[in-house]
């Protein structure tokens, strides 16, 4: 069942379209991303959903209701956590979570969401004494205090260290585990790749692909690379041959073997014939970056977004 139904969303600043004929649908109990470079629409797509921002054409429906007519009715039924999310740097953690619980008319118990998010200890710390990771889940929890159907998660690990953000991974897989449906706004190709069941790629206010972040890989018609240091001396023209091999290239020490299909297993398979052992060999995995290069003809540039 979708919760989120969007139809050929517009919104334009100056008479331009930064969101343009966008359309898509959100099943209940996905964890959904949004993903593009700096600038792409993708927060501003996310506003519109939310009720934040008045679209200029298109219809959205959350949990079958309008976010702009029905916005008192939705504040009650989603959780949002904006992509610049701050509070005084004086208010406690449990002074804020009793704050948003006032908000709602069916909140969640606070105290129980302290426990839930490891912010037991730190209920009468001072939000800017609080470390990055911390202060993101406590934003996780705020998102949370209404019992939301559904979460808005806009760029939750920018600024965090990598350790941070791999336990805020975490985080969000609970936040599904629990029931709820997760919108998750990123620029952070690896972060989508690991949490997302299906992810619109967005670039200059379109929607250019809608898939599981493994077909969108798996699509990518580009060679892959296999690397090693060889251990004894060889000649390439044992490798030029095989099957799905392109080209054998060396860089210092190093072997770099461009191929497609199962070619890793016929270079691996030849140098054992020939009694060649080899070090640090390792396949080059396509990636999202991989995926966006090939749809759009250019990198991906990740940053804040428009």
């Keep these: ?46 506003e519109c959903i939310e009720g934040l921002r008045r ?68 209920r009468k710390a001072r939000f800017g004494a609080l470390s990055g990771g911390q202060k993101q889940r406590l934003f996780i929890a705020l998102a949370l205090v209404g019992d939301p159907k559904v979460a808005f998660l806009d760029e939750l690990t920018t600024g965090l260290d990598p350790a941070a953000r791999r336990a805020t991974w975490e985080l969000i897989k609970r936040v599904r585990a629990a029931g709820v449906t997760v919108v998750l706004v990123s620029h952070f190709m690896d972060e989508v790749e690991e949490l997302c069941d299906r992810v619109a790629v967005f670039d200059r206010g379109r929607i250019v692909a809608l898939d599981t972040p493994a077909n969108l890989i798996s699509a990518v018609d580009a060679d892959q690379h296999l690397r090693f240091k060889p251990l004894a001396p060889f000649d390439d023209a044992l490798l030029t041959g095989l099957p799905g091999v392109v080209s054998v290239t060396r860089q210092g020490e190093q072997v770099i073997v461009a191929g497609r299909g199962e070619f890793a297993v016929a270079v691996t398979s030849a140098l054992a014939r020939e009694r060649v052992p080899v070090a640090g060999l390792r396949v080059d995995q396509h990636t999202l970056d991989d995926a966006f290069a090939a749809l759009t003809g250019r990198p991906f540039d990740g940053g804040e977004d428009a």
């Excluded at 919760?3 to 969101?19: F, N, T």
């Excluded at 949990?63 to 004086?90: A, C, I, T, Y």
């Design 1 to 46: 069942m979708a919760v989120i139904e969007v139809d050929a969303l517009v919104k334009r600043y100056g008479g331009l379209p930064v969101v343009n004929e966008v359309s898509f649908s959100v099943a209940e109990g996905e964890i959904f991303g949004i993903l593009g470079p700096n600038g792409a629409g993708k927060t501003t797509t996310v």
């Design 55 to 122: 679209p200029d054409g298109g219809s959205v429906r959350v949990l079958g209701l309008d976010p702009v007519k029905d916005r008192r009715e939705l504040s009650h039924q989603v959780g949002v956590q904006l992509q610049q999310s701050l509070l005084p740097e004086n208010i406690k953690v449990e002074e804020a979570l009793q704050l948003f619980a006032s908000f709602y008319r069916s909140p969640r118990d606070w105290r129980g969401l302290l426990e839930d998010w490891g912010l037991a200890d730190r």
